[in-house]
Structure formats: C-alpha cells, structure tokens
C-alpha cells in the first residue's frame, strides 16, 4: 500500500518544486556550502551567505515553503477572504473596518482620557498588524519562501565577505573560489576557502603618554586579549578595546571613551614573513595632558522620585549617604546593603550597574535610575528610584497539561510590598483546577483531578541569620533573600483524597550567572484517605512486585534539607548562540532524627523517614544554523533510605518515561531494570504489557538528543533519541508465577557493569507550536529498545505499530505477532 500512498502524494509535492516558479532563463538556487579547511568554522562562513536556498523537505528537491509563498502570493491580488491567503483589497477593508470601529468607541468615551488612551493603544496595535500584511503580504506569504533565483552577482559578494572574514581572523593572504554545478536548471555553489598561512603576532607596544592610565593597563595585562604569539583576530582587537574602556571606567575614568584607543597593525616589522606587530596607543583628552579620576563627593537617594505631593521633602544622612523622600517608608539600612557606591570612592561603572541590578532585585520600585552631576567642580551621584504600588493582585486562569492531559485552572496572587517597611514581601498565592490525570495503577482510566492549594510566604530582602554589619552589606550584591513560607494542598481523587501541609525556611543568592538556594528547613505532614479497592491494589503490588506505591499514601512526617545551584552561563534557551544549563541538588531527609526520635509524630500514627538523595541535570542548546537547534540532555539521580522502614518518601523516588524524559514509555512507566510488567490482558488492544503501575525507582539515569528545525511561521518541527531507565539498590522479588506473569525475570538492581544493556532507548518525532505566550508540544515516541524483553528480542523498532490491534489471535487460540504502540504525548514548553 505505501507506493499508492506515494502515487497520491506526487501530484501535491509535484507543486511544491522550485524550479517550477522560475520565469525564462532563471535558475534556482538549489544548494549551498563551504569547503574549508578544518581550523575555519564552516559555520561561521555560511553565515555570511548575501543569498539564502529555500528550505526542503529533508534532503528531497522539494521546496514546501516556495509554494505556499506562491499561492498567498496568488490569492494576495485577487478577492480572496481565507485567513492564510487573504487579498490585498479584504486587509485594506478590514483594516478600515476596524479603525470605524475603534474610532466609534473613542468617540463614546467622551472624556474619559484613561479609556480613551486604552482604546487608541489598542486601535494602533490592529492597524499595524494589518499595516504590515498589506505591505510584508498575506500570512501565507510570510510562512512562505519567495523562489530563490541564482544570482552571479550575490555569489560575488559573498565571497567578497568571505574574504573579508579571512583578513579579519589574520588570514591576510586568504582567497575564495567557488565551483558551481547545474542539474535541470537547478544551481549548487561550493564555497572553496583557501586561507593560506595565518599571521601570527609577534610584537605588542603600547603608547600611553598618561603613566597613571599606563599603570591601571600594566597591572591588569594578564587579563588582555592580545599577546605574543596569538593568531591575528580583528575581534580580539574589538573586544580589547572594549575591556580597556571597562577597566578604566572601573578605577575612576568617568568620561573615558573607547574612541581614545587605536590599534596599528604592522605587517612589515622586521621583515619576517607572517608576522606582525600591533601598537596600542592611547591618546590623551584634547584640552588635557591626562585623563581625569573622579571620586564621588556625595550620594543622594531619592526612594520616591516620581512622587508628588504638598509635603516637604525630609534629608536624612546614614552612613554617608543622604536619603531625600516625602515620608520614611523604607529602611535605610537595607538600601545601604545594595548601594555600592560611597563618598570619597572612586566612580566605578561596575558598581553603579550593580547598584541598580540589585535595587531594582528588591521588587518594590518600578524603576532605578543613576546618574552622577559634575557641575559646580564637584561629582554626585544621584540614585532616584519610582516605588511600585504598596498592593498588587493578579490572577490567571487557563489549561495546563499533566501527564499529557488537559485541565482548566484559576489563580489568584496578592502581593504586599514593603510589609514591615524593611522591603520585605508579603505573598498569598491560591490555585483551583480540574486536571486530568493517568491512574497511579492503570493505563486506560483518566481522572478528573480536583486540586486546591494556598500558600502564604514572606520574603525578606537579607539572611535571617546573625551577620556583622560589614558582612552584610558585602552580601548584598549577590541578591540575598530568605523565604518563609506555609502552605496547604488538597487533592480529590477517585481513587484517594490526599492533603498536604508544607513548612519551609529557603535562603537564596545568585554570583553572577550561578544560583544558589538552601532549603535549611522544608518540612511535610502528609495524610490520605484511600479507596478500599484501591489500597486492596496497591498491598497486592507491594507484596507480588515489591514496588512500594503504597508508602506514598501512609500518614507521614517528611523533613528535608536540600541545598541546589542552577548555573546558566549564557542565557539557556535562546537562539541568537549556543547555550548551556546546569542544576544539581543536594538532600538530606530526617537528620536530625538520628540525634532524638520524634515521638510527637510516631503517637500520632505518622511515620518518618532518613535518607539522602542527589540529582544532576544538564542541557545544552547547539545552533547548527539558523533555523536549526540541536538540543541535548543528560538526567542523573540517586536516592538511599537509611530509616528503620528502608524506603523513601514516594514523591522522593525517581520515574522515568513520559513526555519530559523518554517519550517512547507512558509516564512513571519505564523500569525498573529489567523487570518486565505484568502481561496485557487483551493484547489487540493493550500489546504485550500492561503499564498499570508507576516505577519507582532509586537510580536514575537519562539522556536525550534532540533536533529542532523551523518549518514554517510558529511551526517547529523535531526528531529525538531518548535513552534511560530507573534502578534499586537491592534485587524485587521475583513476582509470583501465574497466567498474566512473564516467564523470564529481570533485574532491578543497579550493575555498574552492564547497567547499559538495561537502558530503554525510544525514538519518535513531533511539532511545536511556538506561540507567543507559550509553546505547545505534540511528540509520537516509538520504542528502539526495550530492556523489559526477554534477552536476544529487545530491538523492537520494526514491530512499531501507530494503532491496534496490536498482537493476533484470542485468548482461547493464544496471541503472537505482538507490536508495539506509538506513545503519543502533549506537553507545555520544550522538553529540555
């Protein structure tokens, strides 16, 4: 049947060819690349492309985009009224239309000037929005690709920016040639980079005839990136240039400019071939002999810059710094903690950038503003900060998606600024929603999830703990804050009713791009009500298989102390560089008990636990090109109970499978080890196994690869690898023989050795919406390797089948044939 599928698919593929849309004697560009040398980023240079090839279909001479471009492109000059091909003449009619409208409403408002201001903000949003589909073409048009037409005289300029870009990176005598080769009217150019032999610096001078300024550079030379014996790069050069204007304005040259450094690159010094010498020189101010240090003679705060009022304003002095305001709201000495900027210093550009980083850190102004006098001889730094609003609330209400199903929410935050008038915080935050959910012990039942939760935190802006004065302040660039918080959660449920009081004390800090929060004191008392069928369940699991789902559900008293770091060097996530992003955890569970047994719990029927656990969690953005993402993760983690009951708090063990980890396994579904689950009841419908219980396990271990390509407008398309599975310390019993058990076990305990032959690997493809307010994910994940099969049948890629019947035959003549079902998943925001 596939080659009819073909046969019915060549017409539409047929219309989305190029070289179709070309008129006379033009040619399509068809491919582009670059052949270098391994030392010249291929990247880089492709990057320098004057003329882009339209995008296909994989590696198939079908350019999708052009097409859809050309039938907006059609539509756009006649009278046609669809959303993705709308003409011309129908966006300048509803263009008009909806400035009558808008005009009607302004026009009712009568002097109302906040409504008025609110309606023409609104009218101007629509009509640019038309504005630009008139000018820019229909939405077709703009998802879609104009036909490539080769130029000659684009590919000249980009090898004139080719070998631009080799003379800049000290290729002096680099050269780039190009091969072109035509097939049915179709253009591929080859790009061939011959840099040659680079030059390397040999000398660097400097010229400086303020010895001041010649000092600062001396004592900071280890940190230039410029020196002997470097390849030549023009960006160094720049970048040089820019640390030198940042070092000065960072020991007291306030009117310090970049324009007073140059650079002399001499290619003849000495004579010797490929080398050169660079002569840094940096000239003095025109009406002075040197350049001038300004130390700061006063500082002035103004908490409430723009506020007015008929009160006169009061000054007020705390160590050296003068505060100005209407009424004393805010507590001077925290404010001193995040001004890095004091009498008699020297000015520092990095200290005046910090002091408003971590003023405006404090969420209670709307915006920080510094600027420094230097009129009348003297030089005063003016800190004025505009308070935001004393009360805030927002709510919010949606869909969120759990384990892959959709349910509505409503939340609502109220907010407190300034509660104690030492800028601390008061938040209240309450959620109500409906999710659906999959059973905790079946793979067909989907739930409605009711869940209510409230939680009321205070956040001060400093460590709770005893400081000195001194240690204060040098902690305030780093952001310090302590949270307090408490908080109540309710789940109904079918199968269970569960509520949840939560208890926690969280110090945070952040040093430069690194994150740091230690939980010193998270505190839990959980207590459920179960459904008798259910409990019945879930002791039967516990004793067949081992899995201890139902400790998740015994009153308990869980009390922590987690210490984590997040580091996000350059911005994880966006698509301007590659990007990476790093978060381990520390935990330690009931350590106090090992001193006293907290009787106070037991007598109330609450049982504790004593354990550490530790994860890790990598990720990292890699832009091959313009549209195109290589996204990869890897997931580790290891949980050890050491309490009397040897086992974990459920909400501490580790689950694998699901649409944040391996999407060829239903959620919580995959492990553990080896051990297979139990046999399906109805194949045709089911496979082989029934995924009906969760798989806790105490060892962790994923990775993903994953390649994200744009296809068109806020469409992405992906394909990925996943690889992982959970393990025990200790081996389950093996369950009891019977008609729905496997006959070959497996192993749940974690083997250095051969851990890898127990990895489940799935692969599969999907599509992302990329919205402006969130990006929705559609994957379809499909088993490789299935580590729950007997040894020798584990490669189950080739029994993938998208729907049933999945296995042959009937309970009373036996099952064979049996495939594996297409796992498909929807998630909120990308996976890693």
């Not at 400086?208 to 940190?223: F, G």
């Not at 002035?300 to 710094?321: C, E, F, G, Q, W």
């Not at 918080?485 to 079918?494: F, H, I, L, Q, W």
């Not at 109805?682 to 029934?690: E, M, Q, T, Y």
Request: charged share 25%; proline share 4%; glycine share 8%.
């Amino acid at each position: 049947m596939c080659w009819v599928y073909c046969v019915c698919l060549l017409p539409v593929l047929s219309g989305c060819v190029g070289a179709r849309y070309l008129k006379g004697n033009q040619k399509l560009l068809y491919r582009q690349s670059v052949k270098a040398p391994k030392e010249i980023s291929s990247t880089n240079l492709s990057n320098l492309y004057t003329q882009e090839a339209n995008r296909r279909i994989l590696f198939l001479p079908f350019n999708y985009l052009v097409g859809l471009h050309s039938w907006g492109k059609k539509n756009f000059n006649d009278s046609s009224r669809h959303l993705l091909f709308r003409s011309k003449a129908r966006l300048i009619m509803g263009r008009d239309k909806v400035a009558r409208k808008f005009d009607k409403k302004i026009a009712a408002a009568k002097e109302n000037t906040k409504r008025i201001s609110a309606l023409q903000f609104r009218k101007q949003e629509k009509v640019n929005a038309f504005n630009n589909k008139i000018e820019n073409g229909n939405m077709a048009m703009q998802w879609g690709e104009p036909v490539s037409v080769f130029d000659t005289a684009q590919v000249s300029a980009t090898v004139s920016k080719m070998n631009s870009y080799l003379f800049n990176k000290g290729y002096f005598l680099g050269r780039t040639t190009t091969r072109l080769a035509e097939y049915r009217r179709r253009v591929s150019v080859t790009y061939i980079v011959t840099p040659n032999a680079p030059y390397i610096i040999d000398s660097v001078f400097l010229d400086i005839p303020d010895t001041a300024v010649a000092h600062v550079l001396n004592k900071h030379k280890a940190e230039s990136k410029i020196k002997k014996g470097d390849q030549y790069d023009q960006d160094k050069i720049s970048q040089e240039r820019e640390r030198i204007d940042l070092l000065l304005k960072d020991n007291g040259y306030y009117d310090f400019s970049r324009q007073y450094v140059d650079f002399d690159v001499d290619t003849s010094l000495y004579g010797i071939p490929h080398k050169v010498g660079v002569l840094l020189s940096i000239e003095n101010p025109a009406r002075r002999d040197h350049h001038k240090v300004f130390r700061v003679d006063s500082v002035l705060m103004v908490p409430d810059a723009d506020l007015k009022s008929n009160r006169k304003r009061i000054t007020k002095t705390y160590h050296n710094i003068t505060y100005s305001y209407f009424k004393d709201y805010y507590s001077e000495r925290i404010l001193n903690q995040r001004i890095f900027i004091s009498k008699d210093s020297i000015y520092s550009r990095t200290n005046t950038f910090n002091t408003q980083k971590q003023l405006a850190n404090l969420d209670n102004f709307k915006f920080v503003n510094i600027n420094y006098d230097t009129s009348g001889g003297r030089f005063i730094a003016n800190v004025y900060a505009s308070p935001l609003d004393r009360y805030s609330m927002s709510h919010e209400g949606g869909v969120t998606v759990t384990q892959g199903f959709p349910g509505p929410y409503y939340s609502l935050n109220l907010k407190k600024r300034n509660i104690f008038r030492g800028l601390e915080n008061f938040e209240l935050n309450g959620r109500f929603g409906f999710e659906g959910v999959a059973s905790a012990t079946g793979t067909k039942n989907i739930y409605k999830s009711t869940e209510i939760n409230g939680n009321a935190s205070i956040i001060f802006p400093q460590f709770l703990i005893p400081f000195s004065g001194q240690a204060t302040n040098r902690w305030g660039k780093y952001n310090p804050k302590t949270r307090l918080s408490s908080g109540y959660t309710y789940t109904n449920r079918p199968e269970y009713q569960r509520s949840a009081v939560n208890v926690s004390g969280i110090y945070s800090w952040e040093r430069k791009r690194v994150s740091y929060s230690l939980t010193a004191v998270n505190m839990n008392i959980i207590r459920s009500r179960l459904d008798p069928v259910f409990r019945g369940q879930l002791d039967t699991l516990q004793l067949q298989q081992g899995n201890n789902l139902i400790n998740s559900f015994n009153p308990s008293l869980v009390t922590s102390t987690i210490f984590s770091v997040q580091w996000n060097p350059n911005n994880y996530g966006n698509l301007e560089r590659s990007s990476l992003y790093l978060r381990g955890t520390i935990e330690a569970g009931g350590t106090l008990f090992n001193l006293f047994e907290p009787t106070i719990a037991t007598k109330r029927g609450l049982q504790y636990y004593k354990y550490v656990r530790a994860s890790l969690d990598i990720r990292r953005n890699e832009i091959i090109r313009k549209n195109t993402v290589i996204a990869y993760r890897i997931n580790t983690g290891v949980a050890y109970s050491y309490s009397d009951n040897k086992t974990l708090p459920y909400e501490k063990f580790f689950f694998a499978g699901g649409s944040n980890g391996v999407r060829a396994w239903r959620p919580r579904r995959l492990g553990v080890g080896s051990q297979p689950p139990v046999l399906s009841k109805d194949p045709v419908k089911d496979g082989l196994f029934d995924y009906q219980f969760e798989k806790p396990g105490e060892i962790l271990l994923e990775g993903s690869i994953e390649v994200r390509h744009k296809l068109f407008g806020f469409v992405n398309g992906a394909i990925f690898l996943d690889a992982g599975n959970v393990w025990s310390f200790k081996q389950a019993p093996q369950p009891t023989p019977g008609e729905y058990v496997a006959e070959w076990g497996g192993d749940t305990k974690f083997y250095a050795k051969d851990f890898y032959k127990q990895l489940g690997v799935g692969t599969g493809f999907g599509l992302r919406f990329d919205f402006s307010f969130l990006v929705l994910r559609l994957d379809m994940g499909m088993k490789v390797y299935d580590p729950a099969q007997p040894e020798g049948s584990r490669f189950v890629l080739d029994k993938v089948k998208f729907f049933n019947p999945f296995a042959k035959g009937t309970k009373e003549t036996g099952y064979y044939d049996y495939k594996e079902p297409v796992i498909f998943n929807v998630g909120i925001g990308y996976p890693f």
